[in-house]
């Protein structure tokens, strides 16, 4: 079992920054992969960006070379800086945990991005 607990999500201007948090519950060594996906009313989750337990990652096209994910394994923290936001990075954002056979989800925070 882990809990997966996000913070950071709020409202900015477009241009502007956020940083979200996702602390784990447990270890983040032991997990296959952890990451980011985002979800809009109406609309499937979307993967944003993920990294995988030997530090390589990967990005959705629409986020390459603004969102930048990173992990702190000391406490149990993924990261997703988001820079140069726009309108269309407004949506719920969800960590995710993957520890196999099971993917753990935290509660969402929502990011609102005004023009």
């Known amino acids: 079992q882990v809990e997966l607990v996000e913070s950071g999500g709020g409202l900015v201007q477009a241009g502007g920054s956020l940083r979200l948090s996702c602390t784990a519950s447990r270890s983040i060594t032991s997990m296959q992969g952890m990451g980011w996906y985002r979800q809009t009313p109406g609309k499937q989750r979307e993967l944003v960006a993920r990294i995988t337990a030997g530090d390589t990652t990967n990005y959705a096209d629409a986020v390459q070379g603004r969102f930048t994910i990173s992990r702190d394994n000391a406490k149990n923290t993924v990261y997703l800086q988001m820079n140069s936001l726009n309108v269309g990075d407004t949506a719920v954002y969800y960590c995710?945990?993957?520890?196999?056979?099971?993917?753990?989800w935290g509660q969402g925070t929502r990011v609102t991005v005004s023009s």
């Open positions: 995710y945990a993957a520890l196999s056979p099971w993917i753990y």
